[in-house]
C-alpha cells in the first residue's frame, strides 16, 4: 500500500511510535509518507541544526518526510500550545492535499496537537480512509482543571477533536477504557479496535545494572521505589511523597525527571521532612534501563479523575519492557495489566495510606520473587504490547479499511 502518516512528531524527537511504525511498514513493502513538524519537543524550540522551511524533504528507500513549519514558542503557555498547534494546521493545509493525494490510506498519530491538522486532511482528503491512533482524549489543561472548569464544556479543541473522531474510518485507541468512553461519545464500536503503545525496543530491555547506576540509585540496602517521567498534574506525586514519608528508614523513593509540579513536589517532601525521598534530574532514556535495574520498583501514577482511567502512561511499557517489577498506583487499565500480568502490586490512585502499605509490602518481598514479576512482565509486554504486534494489528487495520474504502 501507499500508506500517509500525519504526526505532529517525529524522530529526532522521543517520538517512538509513529517513527518506528513508519520504519517498519516501510521493512514491510509498503510505500511510506509522512508529514510532520519540525523536531522542537520538550523544549518548544527547534533542535539545534534544524532551520524551519517550506521544502525540507528526505527520502530512503520506500520511505519520505516531509516537514513543514510550525509556532515554535517555548514558554508551555496554553496560549503559546495553541499558536502551534493552529499553525501546524496552516502548514498541513498548505501542503497536504498534494503530498497525500495518492496515499491508499491515512494513519495519523492523533494527540490533542494533531487535532486541527487531522479535521483539515479530512475536508481536503475525503476520499481516503483514515485510520486515527487514539493517544490522548482530552487537551491537558482540560484535565488539569478542576471538576467545575471540566464541567464546563469543551473548549474548541475538545469540540474538533470529537468531530474527527466521528469522521475516521477506524479508530486504534491505546487501552480497553479507552474504547468505553468513545464508544459513549457515539462512535460506531465496528470501528474502534484497541492497539496497546509498544516502547522504544532498541532502548528499553533488561540489563544488568553498572556500579555506577547502584551508587546512583542507591544508598544503602532499604527497598528503592523509583519513579521516572514526568513530575506533572496527572502524576499526583504528592501521593507517594506522603507514603514514602510514613515509611522513612525502609524504603527510599527514588523521583528521576522534572515538569511542572517538581516545585510543588519538592516543598511537599521538605514539609514533611522526607530525607528519604530524592530527587535526580532528567536523564537520557538510553540512561534509563540500567537505572530501571539498579532500583526495586518501578512506580506509575495517575490521578484518580475518570478520564485517566482509560490511560496507560509510556512509562508502564518501559518498565515492562525491561523486566523492572511494577507498582501502580491508578485505576483502570493501568492497574488491571499489572495484576493480569502479576507484575507487581497495585491500589487505588490518591490514597496514600494504601500505597505506604504497598510501599511496605513491597519491601518484604524477596529478590528471587521480584525477579519473577519482571520475568512475568516482560513476557506479557511481548505478547500483547510489543513492537511487532503493535505494528501486526495497525497494518491490518490500514488493509482493512483500503479495501473497504475501495469496495463501496
Given at each position: 500500500?501507499?500508506?500517509?502518516?500525519?504526526s505532529y512528531h517525529?524522530?529526532?524527537?522521543?517520538?517512538f511510535?509513529p517513527?518506528s511504525?513508519?520504519?517498519?511498514l516501510?521493512?514491510r513493502?509498503h510505500?511510506?509518507?509522512?508529514l510532520?513538524?519540525?523536531?522542537d519537543?520538550?523544549g518548544g524550540?527547534?533542535?539545534p541544526?534544524?532551520?524551519?522551511r517550506?521544502?525540507?524533504l528526505?527520502?530512503s528507500?520506500r520511505l519520505?518526510?516531509?516537514?513543514v513549519?510550525r509556532?515554535?514558542?517555548?514558554d508551555g503557555s496554553?496560549g503559546a500550545?495553541?499558536?502551534?498547534h493552529l499553525s501546524f494546521a496552516?502548514s498541513?493545509a498548505m501542503v497536504?492535499?498534494?503530498?497525500l493525494a495518492d496515499v491508499d490510506?491515512?494513519?495519523?498519530?492523533q494527540l490533542?496537537?494533531?487535532?486541527f491538522a487531522t479535521?483539515a486532511?479530512?475536508?481536503?482528503l475525503g476520499?481516503v480512509?483514515?485510520?486515527?491512533h487514539v493517544q490522548?482524549?482530552?487537551?491537558?489543561?482540560?484535565v488539569a482543571g478542576d471538576?467545575?472548569?471540566r464541567?464546563?464544556?469543551?473548549?474548541?479543541l475538545?469540540?474538533t477533536m470529537?468531530?474527527v473522531?466521528?469522521?475516521?474510518?477506524?479508530?486504534a485507541?491505546?487501552a480497553?477504557s479507552?474504547?468505553d468512553l468513545v464508544l459513549a461519545?457515539?462512535v460506531?464500536p465496528?470501528r474502534?479496535r484497541?492497539?496497546?503503545?509498544w516502547?522504544?525496543?532498541?532502548?528499553?530491555?533488561p540489563?544488568?545494572?553498572?556500579?555506577?547506576a547502584q551508587?546512583?540509585?542507591?544508598?544503602?540496602?532499604?527497598c528503592?521505589?523509583?519513579h521516572?517521567g514526568?513530575?506533572g498534574?496527572?502524576?499526583?506525586?504528592?501521593t507517594?511523597v506522603?507514603?514514602?514519608?510514613?515509611l522513612?528508614?525502609?524504603?527510599?523513593?527514588?523521583?528521576v525527571?522534572?515538569?511542572a509540579e517538581?516545585?510543588?513536589?519538592r516543598?511537599?517532601?521538605?514539609?514533611?521532612?522526607?530525607?528519604?525521598v530524592?530527587f535526580?534530574?532528567?536523564?537520557?532514556?538510553v540512561d534509563m534501563p540500567?537505572?530501571y535495574?539498579?532500583a526495586?520498583?518501578?512506580?506509575?501514577?495517575?490521578r484518580?479523575l475518570?478520564e485517566?482511567?482509560?490511560?496507560?502512561?509510556g512509562?508502564?511499557?518501559?518498565?515492562?519492557?525491561?523486566?523492572a517489577?511494577?507498582?501502580?498506583?491508578a485505576?483502570g487499565?493501568t492497574?488491571?495489566?499489572?495484576?493480569?500480568?502479576r507484575?507487581?502490586?497495585s491500589?487505588?490512585p490518591?490514597?496514600w495510606?494504601?500505597?505506604?502499605?504497598r510501599f511496605?509490602?513491597a519491601?518484604?518481598i524477596?529478590?528471587?520473587?521480584?525477579?519473577?514479576?519482571?520475568?512475568?512482565g516482560?513476557e506479557?509486554?511481548l505478547?500483547?504490547?510489543?513492537?511487532r504486534a503493535?505494528?501486526?494489528r495497525?497494518?491490518?487495520?490500514?488493509?482493512?479499511v483500503a479495501?473497504g474504502?475501495?469496495?463501496?
Amino acid at each position: 500500500m501507499r500508506v500517509g502518516i500525519l504526526s505532529y512528531h517525529f524522530p529526532p524527537e522521543p517520538a517512538f511510535i509513529p517513527g518506528s511504525l513508519a520504519e517498519e511498514l516501510a521493512a514491510r513493502g509498503h510505500e511510506v509518507r509522512v508529514l510532520t513538524g519540525f523536531p522542537d519537543y520538550p523544549g518548544g524550540h527547534v533542535y539545534p541544526g534544524w532551520r524551519q522551511r517550506w521544502r525540507h524533504l528526505t527520502r530512503s528507500e520506500r520511505l519520505t518526510v516531509r516537514r513543514v513549519p510550525r509556532y515554535a514558542g517555548g514558554d508551555g503557555s496554553t496560549g503559546a500550545r495553541m499558536a502551534s498547534h493552529l499553525s501546524f494546521a496552516g502548514s498541513v493545509a498548505m501542503v497536504g492535499r498534494r503530498y497525500l493525494a495518492d496515499v491508499d490510506v491515512l494513519y495519523v498519530f492523533q494527540l490533542p496537537a494533531t487535532t486541527f491538522a487531522t479535521a483539515a486532511l479530512l475536508r481536503m482528503l475525503g476520499r481516503v480512509p483514515t485510520v486515527l491512533h487514539v493517544q490522548d482524549l482530552w487537551p491537558e489543561e482540560e484535565v488539569a482543571g478542576d471538576g467545575a472548569q471540566r464541567q464546563r464544556g469543551p473548549g474548541r479543541l475538545a469540540t474538533t477533536m470529537r468531530r474527527v473522531l466521528r469522521e475516521a474510518d477506524a479508530l486504534a485507541v491505546t487501552a480497553p477504557s479507552m474504547r468505553d468512553l468513545v464508544l459513549a461519545d457515539g462512535v460506531d464500536p465496528d470501528r474502534v479496535r484497541v492497539v496497546l503503545n509498544w516502547t522504544d525496543e532498541r532502548i528499553f530491555q533488561p540489563v544488568r545494572p553498572s556500579r555506577a547506576a547502584q551508587g546512583f540509585v542507591r544508598r544503602d540496602g532499604r527497598c528503592v521505589v523509583m519513579h521516572a517521567g514526568t513530575i506533572g498534574v496527572r502524576q499526583g506525586l504528592e501521593t507517594a511523597v506522603r507514603a514514602a514519608a510514613a515509611l522513612d528508614g525502609r524504603t527510599d523513593l527514588v523521583l528521576v525527571g522534572s515538569g511542572a509540579e517538581e516545585r510543588r513536589v519538592r516543598g511537599l517532601a521538605a514539609e514533611l521532612r522526607a530525607d528519604n525521598v530524592r530527587f535526580v534530574e532528567r536523564r537520557s532514556p538510553v540512561d534509563m534501563p540500567e537505572l530501571y535495574a539498579a532500583a526495586d520498583y518501578q512506580l506509575v501514577m495517575l490521578r484518580d479523575l475518570p478520564e485517566l482511567r482509560g490511560t496507560v502512561p509510556g512509562k508502564l511499557q518501559a518498565a515492562l519492557a525491561c523486566a523492572a517489577p511494577v507498582i501502580a498506583s491508578a485505576g483502570g487499565d493501568t492497574a488491571e495489566l499489572v495484576e493480569r500480568a502479576r507484575a507487581g502490586l497495585s491500589c487505588p490512585p490518591e490514597d496514600w495510606a494504601t500505597l505506604a502499605d504497598r510501599f511496605w509490602l513491597a519491601s518484604t518481598i524477596p529478590a528471587a520473587a521480584r525477579s519473577e514479576m519482571g520475568r512475568r512482565g516482560r513476557e506479557a509486554y511481548l505478547r500483547e504490547m510489543s513492537l511487532r504486534a503493535g505494528v501486526d494489528r495497525v497494518e491490518d487495520l490500514l488493509n482493512q479499511v483500503a479495501l473497504g474504502r475501495r469496495s463501496r
